[in-house]
């Protein structure tokens, strides 16, 4: 029988909080999502792993013997799957990073090259992921460290340090009546529709919308996309506005679009992140060096 680890996955964080609203959140999935993927993983093995009540989830029985299981299980798998991949770029001498959107700003280009001059034998292989994927192959191995915006999902289960501060902006059609101001009052964007990142990316998806800054007032989505190119388009076509990191502003200029800074709405941050085996991975360490110079130089405007 093949099941899917990532339903394993997601049945061990409701197993461990005992309630689908705290595990999606620890997910960053929406509650719908996580009850159809244990939903899928009861049909798929032919037995209840959980009794659902007004006070939450309780194991059954068969769930309890899955949850003492599944970790070692699930432990050896991802173990044999990273170290496969890392011994396939090492052999290469390729570093794989992850990264989202315009990565660590304007600092990326100083990280490659110092990077370059420590290891000129290695290259850099960037991965840019979607907004569907915000912690951009870090979980599943398919990158040795990633330049992400927080918070990312799984974000307490690896290293990570922040490189930058931002303000968060809005994003506006170039039509729009708020796109006069020179700022604007989050407060004032709470009635806006939201062109947003998609429902499966949970906390990730609501960070972008400001959903704890909005005292309870629930925010409207216009549209859902994942790639940057769809949530310009969607932007200039009218269908909602948008946070953004200030840099945005930079990296996304397009016609149609326009970006004005926002009061009353907390900052972005960007941080680089590695699992913990790659601590011992010199690597992986001097990538990380590379990016906490280039970006403090950037900082003191050098």
């Given at each position: 029988?093949?099941?899917?680890?990532?339903?394993?996955?997601?049945?061990?964080?409701?197993?461990?909080?005992?309630?689908?609203?705290?595990?999606?959140?620890?997910?960053?999935?929406?509650?719908?999502?996580?009850?159809?993927?244990?939903?899928?993983?009861?049909?798929?093995?032919?037995?209840?792993?959980?009794?659902?009540?007004?006070?939450?989830?309780?194991?059954?029985?068969?769930?309890?013997?899955?949850?003492?299981?599944?970790?070692?299980l699930?432990?050896?798998?991802?173990?044999?799957?990273?170290?496969?991949?890392?011994?396939?770029?090492?052999?290469?001498?390729?570093?794989?990073?992850?990264?989202?959107?315009?990565?660590?700003?304007?600092?990326?280009?100083?990280?490659?090259a110092?990077?370059?001059?420590?290891?000129?034998?290695?290259?850099?292989?960037?991965?840019?992921?979607?907004?569907?994927?915000?912690?951009?192959?870090?979980?599943?191995?398919?990158?040795?460290?990633?330049?992400?915006?927080?918070?990312?999902?799984g974000?307490?289960?690896?290293?990570?340090?922040?490189?930058?501060?931002?303000?968060?902006?809005?994003?506006?059609?170039?039509?729009?009546?708020?796109?006069?101001?020179?700022r604007?009052?989050?407060?004032?964007?709470?009635?806006?529709?939201?062109?947003?990142?998609?429902?499966?990316?949970?906390?990730?998806?609501?960070?972008?919308?400001a959903?704890?800054?909005r005292?309870?007032?629930?925010?409207?989505?216009?549209?859902?996309?994942?790639?940057?190119?769809?949530?310009?388009?969607?932007?200039?076509?009218?269908?909602g506005?948008?946070?953004?990191?200030?840099?945005?502003?930079?990296?996304?200029?397009?016609?149609?679009?326009?970006y004005?800074?926002v009061?009353?709405?907390?900052?972005?941050?960007?941080?680089?992140?590695?699992?913990?085996?790659?601590?011992?991975?010199?690597?992986?360490?001097?990538?990380?060096?590379?990016?906490?110079?280039?970006?403090?130089?950037?900082?003191?405007?050098?």
């Amino acid at each position: 029988m093949d099941v899917d680890t990532r339903l394993v996955r997601s049945f061990l964080a409701v197993a461990d909080e005992g309630s689908l609203t705290r595990a999606a959140e620890r997910l960053f999935v929406s509650q719908p999502a996580l009850t159809k993927q244990i939903k899928r993983l009861e049909d798929q093995l032919g037995v209840r792993l959980f009794t659902r009540s007004r006070a939450g989830m309780s194991l059954t029985e068969a769930g309890q013997v899955l949850a003492e299981q599944a970790p070692v299980l699930l432990a050896a798998c991802d173990r044999a799957l990273r170290e496969t991949r890392s011994a396939a770029s090492r052999a290469a001498r390729v570093l794989r990073i992850g990264f989202l959107a315009s990565a660590a700003n304007e600092a990326t280009q100083d990280i490659i090259a110092r990077f370059g001059r420590l290891h000129p034998e290695w290259r850099v292989n960037m991965r840019q992921a979607t907004w569907s994927e915000p912690a951009a192959g870090l979980a599943e191995g398919k990158v040795d460290a990633a330049l992400l915006r927080l918070p990312f999902p799984g974000q307490e289960t690896f290293r990570v340090e922040v490189l930058l501060t931002e303000p968060r902006w809005v994003a506006l059609p170039a039509t729009h009546p708020l796109a006069a101001r020179d700022r604007i009052p989050f407060r004032d964007l709470w009635d806006e529709p939201f062109v947003a990142a998609p429902p499966e990316t949970g906390r990730w998806r609501d960070y972008w919308l400001a959903a704890d800054e909005r005292g309870g007032h629930p925010p409207r989505i216009g549209v859902s996309v994942e790639h940057p190119d769809d949530w310009l388009q969607a932007i200039a076509n009218g269908y909602g506005v948008a946070l953004a990191p200030e840099s945005a502003a930079r990296f996304y200029a397009r016609p149609g679009v326009v970006y004005r800074p926002v009061t009353g709405v907390s900052p972005s941050r960007v941080g680089i992140a590695w699992p913990p085996a790659a601590d011992a991975n010199p690597i992986v360490q001097d990538f990380v060096r590379c990016c906490l110079e280039a970006t403090e130089a950037a900082a003191r405007g050098e």
